[in-house]
C-alpha cells in the first residue's frame, strides 16, 4: 500500500535516497576514509620508528661491548712501548758471552709478545706504517725531511706506532715523512696536527 502511495505522489518516501543525503554521507566516508589513511599511516610511522629504535639500539650495545675496552686498552699500549724501548736499548755488543742480559732480554720478548697477541685476541692491531702513504686518519706527522727517490708524503720512519680497536683509532702512529722535493711530485699532504 505504501508503495502505491509513493506512486501515486502522495507523499515522498523517507527511505529514499535524496541527492542531499547522498552527499552528507558521501563526506562522511570520504571523511571516514582520510581518518583511516592517516591511522594507517600514523601506524606504519610508529612501527617504522620502533624497528628503527631497536637497530639503534642493537647497534649501541654491540658498539659498547666492542670498544668497552678502549680506555683500558689505551693504558696499556705504554707497555707495549716500553717492551719496545727496552728491547732496543740492549746493545747487540752486550749480548756476547753474558747469558744474563740474553735471559732478560728473552723475557722481555716474551712478555712483549704475550701483550701483542693479547691485544690482537681482543681486536687492537698495531699500526707500523713505514714506506707506506701518509694517512692524516692513521697517522700523525712529527717531522718531514727531503729524501731523494722518496715521493711526498712517503712515510720515512715510524716514531711510535699507533693503534686501531676493530676499527676505531686508538692512537695514531706518529711517523716522519719524506717531504715533497717540489718538482711536480705527489703534493705535500694536509697534515692533521691534532690528536
Do not use: C, W
Not at 20 to 46: F, H, N, P, T, Y
Not at 122 to 148: A, R
Request: glycine fraction near 8%.
Amino acid at each position: 500500500m505504501r508503495e502505491m502511495a509513493y506512486e501515486l505522489g502522495d507523499e515522498e518516501d523517507p527511505l529514499a535516497p535524496t541527492s542531499m543525503g547522498d552527499s552528507i554521507a558521501e563526506q562522511k566516508v570520504i571523511a571516514l576514509q582520510e581518518q583511516l589513511d592517516q591511522a594507517k599511516d600514523q601506524m606504519i610511522r610508529a612501527v617504522a620508528e620502533a624497528e628503527n629504535t631497536r637497530k639503534r639500539m642493537m647497534k649501541e650495545r654491540e658498539d659498547g661491548r666492542k670498544y668497552a675496552i678502549s680506555g683500558f686498552a689505551k693504558d696499556l699500549l705504554d707497555f707495549s712501548d716500553n717492551f719496545s724501548r727496552a728491547l732496543d736499548s740492549i746493545p747487540a755488543e752486550a749480548l756476547e758471552g753474558n747469558d744474563l742480559i740474553k735471559n732478560v732480554l728473552s723475557g722481555i720478548e716474551a712478555m712483549e709478545k704475550h701483550l701483542l697477541n693479547t691485544f690482537e685476541k681482543h681486536g687492537i692491531q698495531k699500526i707500523e706504517p713505514l714506506d707506506e702513504k701518509f694517512d692524516p686518519n692513521l697517522h700523525e706527522v712529527m717531522f718531514e725531511t727531503p729524501i731523494p727517490g722518496k715521493a711526498g708524503g712517503t712515510i720515512i720512519q715510524v716514531i711510535e706506532p699507533g693503534y686501531v680497536l676493530h676499527d676505531r683509532l686508538l692512537r695514531p702512529a706518529r711517523v716522519g715523512i719524506a717531504k715533497d722535493d717540489g718538482q711536480g711530485g705527489d703534493q705535500t699532504p694536509h697534515i692533521d696536527t691534532q690528536v
